[in-house]
């Protein structure tokens, strides 16, 4: 049983101690993942990778020690993906509602070369991964480590406890789903 697998079941018995052993531990791993999702976002993201870590531990761990019982380290950072995915779709939808509606900010760098709005709407890949979540939960998670946390394929293959081949396919089958689910062309065949 490694360090953060015998914290977090500590932490699941109650131990007072067990969430401020558990940061030190999982913080630049977070941090990695929220730095690389944030990465992809759009230009004029207020959210640091710092403030959506801390977000995102404090709605995992929250301020009293009784936190959710996980598995593992797997399961945590499954967890932690998913609160990261809802921080971000939380702060979409309160930009768009305080921020002229469905209007995107422009640097003015990158003004003159922006031709067409961008493919990635957070709030429809959002709802998009909501419908995949009914069809086929598994590959649903898988998406949400990808995309969401920012994971590759093989780390969130990992964390999930599938073989790497099966993260590709699942993969390829969820970017074809969610582009037929958003009306766009299905994607090409890539490398990730």
Do not use: C
């Not at 953060?4 to 940061?23: C, P």
């Not at 967890?79 to 305080?98: D, T, W």
């Amino acid at each position: 049983m490694n360090d953060v697998t015998r914290i977090l079941a500590n932490l699941a018995r109650g131990d007072a101690h067990a969430a401020g052993q558990l940061l030190p531990l999982v913080y630049e791993e977070l941090r990695q993942l929220a730095a690389r999702k944030l990465s992809q976002e759009a230009a004029g993201q207020t959210l640091q990778p710092t403030a959506l870590v801390h977000e995102a531990y404090l709605r995992l761990v929250g301020a009293t020690p009784q936190a959710a019982s996980w598995d593992g380290r797997g399961h945590f950072f499954a967890a932690a993906a998913e609160a990261m995915r809802r921080i971000l779709v939380e702060n979409a939808r309160r930009k768009r509602r305080i921020h002229g509606g469905g209007r995107r900010r422009l640097e003015l760098d990158e003004a003159h070369r922006q031709t067409e709005p961008p493919d990635d709407d957070l709030l429809a890949v959002d709802e998009a991964l909501r419908a995949l979540e009914q069809v086929d939960p598994p590959v649903a998670a898988l998406v949400k480590l990808h995309f969401f946390a920012g994971l590759p394929l093989r780390e969130a293959a990992e964390v999930l406890g599938i073989s790497e081949r099966t993260a590709y396919r699942d993969w390829a089958y969820a970017r074809a789903w969610l582009a037929r689910f958003l009306g766009r062309p299905e994607p090409a065949a890539e490398k990730t």
